[in-house]
């Protein structure tokens, strides 16, 4: 039989190729670092998280909203984790964190802001970017009111601090935040409901690309919404939201003196926080880099990796 030279080199490659995966050699040049799981305890309470990446790198804090978990990040935090140090936290009552009972936790945004800093103190992160996404956003931004300096850029999707981004979704959240009454308590509970979950999900979202949601989202995420007793846990979050709104002008007076780097990435069709408030950004960061993307509150679902290319552009020229 003539073996000729091509069949050799393709031989030989194959050859180098298996001895890698037996050897455990090399990754291939495509293959992202593989995500690691962990939970921590703060204040005893354990704070679960992904990470991913060489804790050399520069960090990013992936800081997700209602009603999901870090789980929203399991398809962005690939795209990072080969040039950033990536962390995903799960809030107390959220995801994989711990779940104590109202009586003996207090879910207030307060409260998770320093669960989250707890948890990037035991990791020894001191200096970071971070993504805000939905309630992501008050939660970062109270770590950033704390210590201005040791965020280096901020990735705003969906992620609000104006008043223009608060339209008419709030209306009966805002008369429970009023009355502090069980009847307007009950009117919002539909909103932890499966039927409020695939909205959020999909509403907004083009008909054109809907089949671009995986139900594995919403499903997961109504799993832990369907815990016992987390539906007042949620319900309690909803009342605290209004302690945020007095804080917007404090963050927004921090952005004019600080110029943090900013990109906003919006769902330009999203009913929960609006477009607007995507917008309203470049009041106090005239130099904000701003995307509104055709799609709906859970843009990462549909414009994932649109969002992961935005995102590596702007860090590599935004961090140190």
């Known amino acids: 039989m003539t073996i000729t030279f091509q069949k050799i ?8 190729m298996a001895i890698g995966i037996l050897s455990g050699g090399p990754a291939l040049a495509g293959d992202s670092p593989q995500i690691h799981y962990g939970k921590v305890k703060i204040d005893g309470t354990g704070i679960f998280y992904r990470e991913a990446g060489d804790k050399a790198n520069p960090a990013i804090v992936l800081l997700h909203g209602f009603p999901t978990s870090s789980h929203m990040f399991r398809d962005l935090i690939p795209q990072l984790a080969k040039d950033y140090y990536v962390i995903a936290p799960d809030y107390p009552g959220f995801g994989n964190s711990d779940a104590p009972s109202r009586t003996e936790f207090s879910y207030t945004f307060d409260n998770f802001a320093h669960h989250i800093d707890g948890l990037l103190t035991a990791l020894k992160v001191d200096e970071f970017s971070i993504y805000v996404f939905d ?4 939660v970062g931004f109270r770590l950033y009111q704390q210590n ?8 705003a999707q969906n992620g609000n601090a104006y008043d223009e981004g608060i339209a008419g979704f709030w209306d009966p959240i805002k008369a429970y935040w009023k009355s502090h009454a069980t009847s307007e308590r009950e009117a919002i509970r539909w909103l932890t409901t499966i039927t409020a979950t695939k909205w959020q999900y999909e509403n907004g979202v083009p008909a054109d690309r809907l089949s671009l949601i995986s139900p594995d989202g919403w499903q997961h995420t109504q799993s832990m919404l369907d815990r016992e ?5 949620q319900l309690d979050i909803f009342y605290d939201y209004r302690n945020n709104i007095p804080l917007y002008p404090q963050w927004q007076e921090i952005f004019r003196k600080q110029q943090t780097p900013l990109l906003v990435i919006w769902g330009k069709n999203d009913e929960i926080f609006v477009a607007a408030g995507g917008e309203a950004y470049r009041k106090d960061l005239p130099n904000a880099e701003i995307h509104m993307l055709d799609t709906g509150h859970f843009a990462l679902e549909t414009h994932g990796q649109e969002i992961g290319k935005l995102m590596k552009v ?7």
């Open 148 to 155: 201005p300096a040791r965020i280096t850029s901020i990735i």
């Open 314 to 320: 702007f860090l590599a020229n935004n961090t140190k």
């Open 229 to 233: 007793g987390n539906a007042d846990i």
């Open 9 to 16: 080199i393709i031989f030989t490659l194959f050859a180098f």
């Open 135 to 138: 309630y992501g956003a008050p």
